[in-house]
């Protein structure tokens, strides 16, 4: 079956840096756009980063020139590498696709948290 597993969250001080990793199982990985989500506690869900297939990656305002979303397509691995991290990216991060079907499917979600 379909698995999106996440790991890489923390506790990292203002201005630290945190990589997060989400390995897909059960899909053809190379084939789908792959997205980074967030959700602070009385806060919506943002969408904080998106890859496609080929690559190509965009961003949220919020976090443009300061995360970084990347592909393993061998490793079927997403990454988003986060740097000078602020309070306010406190949240828990989802990974995220939708397959050919549009059915959603969500990782179990990695806590990072933002505090000196």
């Known amino acids: 079956q379909v698995q999106l597993v996440e790991s890489g969250g923390g506790l990292v001080q203002p201005g630290g840096s945190l990589r997060l990793s989400c390995v897909g199982s059960?899909?053809?990985?190379?084939?789908?756009?792959m997205s980074w989500y967030r959700q602070a506690p009385g806060k919506e869900w943002e969408l904080v980063a998106g890859?496609?297939?080929?690559?190509?990656?965009n961003y949220a305002d919020s976090v443009k020139g300061r995360f970084t979303i990347s592909r393993d397509n061998a490793k079927n691995t997403v990454y988003l590498q986060m740097n000078n991290l602020k309070p306010e990216d406190t949240a828990v991060y989802y990974c995220?696709?939708?397959?050919?079907?549009?059915?959603?499917?969500w990782g179990q979600g990695t806590q990072v948290t933002v505090s000196s």
């Open positions: 995220y696709f939708q397959d050919l079907w549009n059915i959603d499917y």
């Open positions: 059960g899909f053809t990985f190379r084939s789908y756009s």
């Open positions: 890859i496609n297939f080929a690559g190509r990656p």
